[in-house]
Every structure is written in C-alpha cells, then in structure tokens.
C-alpha cells in the first residue's frame, strides 16, 4: 500500500521538522518501517536519536527504525536543498531551520500537516501548548497564519557561559572592582543582570599575554575575556548581529505589513546600524580568529572548553561539551546566565541593567 508521510502517527513530539509532499511505499501491513531524515550535526539531533532509538514504541505495533542522514551545519542548507530540488526524495522528515520554511513551502517540497495534527488530538494539545512566538516561527507558513507545515524540534536559546574559577577569584574580583567601580559578575544571578557595558569591560579586564597571571596562575597562552558567534559561514554572525539590533530597538523587517513586510528603511535604520557597531565594537576583545570571520559558534565554544575564554555567548544545546570533562577542560569550573542586555535605570537595583531578549534557532 502506499503509505503517506504521517509524522503525528510515527514519530509523536520527539521529533521535529517540516514534511515533505509526496509517499513512500510500504508492504501491506508492514512489520519494518524505516524512516529517513536529514539532520544538522549537534547535540540535540544525536540526543534525538538515542532518544528514538531508546524509548519510542510506535501505537500501530509495527518496529519503526530511524535512519538519520547527520550533516555538518555549514553544509547542512546546501545538501538538503539540492537533495529537494533534484527530486530525489531521499527523506522522509528533515530538521528545517526556521529561516528556510517559506522557501521550501513555496518550492512545493513541504507537505501541510493540519490534518494530521487534527486527527491527533494528544498531538494537537501539544502543539497548543507551545509558545507563540516558537510556535509561530517554527511551524507556520506565511507567519502567524494557520498553516502548519512542521513543528518545533528545539527551541535554542542563547546563553552566557562563565568561568567561576577566574570570575570569582577573590584577587580578579578586588582589581576589576578598583579599575570599574563595579562588581565582577560570578554568579549566576549576576550573570542574569549583567548588561552589555559590563559584558565589554570583563573582555577589556581579562585580555592577557602568555606569562600574565591569571587567577593566581601564569598563562602559557594568550587569554581572552569575552567571546560569541562572529562567523561567515550560514547565521554565525546574523544570529548575535540580530540580538544587538532588537535590542537596540531595530529591526530587521517590517511586521506590520505582513504579508507584504520590507526589511529596507529597518535593516538599514539607525537604531539598526546602532546594534550592528555595538556587535562590531566587541570584537576587539574577543580572540584573534574572530577577525577573520571563522570564529562561529563551533569555534567559540571549543576555545570557551579549551579555557581561553572567561566568557562565552553561545547557544545552550552546546552546553553538554562544556559539562564533559571528555570534551572540557573547565567542565567542573562552569557558570550559566542570561545573554547581556541594554543599560538601563533602575530605583531599587543601581547595578542592574537588563532588557534582553535572544533569538531561538
């Protein structure tokens, strides 16, 4: 029997990614069904997968198999599109950046999934509980109509990454108070308020030559304060250039013209250009190699695990490497917050200054 793509029925709420038109043939009654998927390769599509593997029992009592094809993310648009355009129709399921969603709909390579999210009603539920802005990035094309197309596989948040061992050495925290006048952010809770201009000075404070001492230590490298995204290749640069627009109350795109929404006179406003000179602005404190737009946020996060940063901003799904004492030399020396945000004014916290807000991927 030919068999339609039903995601709802296959793979539940573990997995993640538009659906492309089209069959695939089965045997009648089938025994084996085996699926097949193109992934970007990070953490969140091998966890997905041992996931599947481990713990999905599909209702219909057949043995379903996930065959995941794992790509490279800066190679990851650029195969699944020719795999799409060729008419190949390798995949059954594809982990769909949200950015790509229109493209690939209006290609005619997405099937609608309405009707299968309808004749779900777990399902249903649990797309309704999903967060407007994830669920509307995510799973709709156009933008915010009822036209659902896929759903959300993880919804990635940007963090700061910190070294407790040298934020809060005592003989760091004493020079850096002296030299700013403020407190050097240790906690997580100071993280959380942390703002951009504090963000600046701690990778000013923290720019050292090899033989410098640090935390009461000598270098035997160069070591950096700050770090994040800064790279050519697919969104390593857009995605922190964005963060710095919106908070700078810029924008990429007219919204309120949607369908018909410009990104000429946003992209290009003065609060716009404001946030891409402040994202600019940093990269003076950051390693070397975010100069030569490679540093994206694979790079970021190896010299933040390699300990030559003391903070890094990155996206969370990277964290598990961070934590590995495998994969990690500051595995067990680690801090979370909130990404930085905007200076403001504030009558019961002098110090604190946040008004952020950071992209999903």
Known sequence: MTVQYRLTALAGAAFAAALMTGTFIAPAFAEDVTLTMAVPDWPP??????????????????KVSLDVDFIPWPDF?????????SGEKKYNFIVSDS????AFVEGGYYRKINDLVDAD?????????????????????????????????????????????????DEEQKNYQAKYNE?????????????????????EFFQRKKGDKLAGETLDDDFYGIAYQAGKGYDFSTSQVNTM????????????????GHAEGQVNSEKSIEG?????????????????????????DELFRQGKVAMNIDWICLGEASLDPKTSKVADKLVFGLIPGMPVQTVSSPAGHRSAASPSC
Request: glycine residues 6%; contains cysteine.
């Open 121 to 169: 009603p777990e399902f249903k539920k649990t797309m309704e509980q999903i967060h407007p802005a994830v669920y509307n990035a995510y799973s709709t094309y156009p933008y915010k109509s009822a036209n659902l197309y896929g759903f959300p596989q993880f919804p990635d948040v940007l963090v700061t990454y910190g070294r407790k061992d040298v934020l809060c050495n």
């Open 99 to 102: 950015q790509w969603l229109g």
């Open 45 to 62: 599509t091998r966890i997905m997968k041992k996931f599947f593997d481990e713990q999905y029992k599909p209702a219909s009592g057949n």
């Open 245 to 260: 627009v919106w908070q700078h109350g810029g924008d990429i795109w007219d919204e309120t013209k949607v369908p018909n």
């Open 276 to 300: 891409f000179d402040h994202f600019l602005k940093l990269i003076k404190y950051m390693p070397p190699v975010a100069k030569t737009g490679t540093m994206d946020i694979f790079k970021s």
């Open 77 to 85: 648009y650029t195969r699944v599109n020719a795999s799409l355009t």
């Open 183 to 203: 407190k050097l952010p240790c906690t997580g809770e100071e993280l959380d308020n942390m703002d951009w201009n504090t963000f600046e000075h701690i990778g």
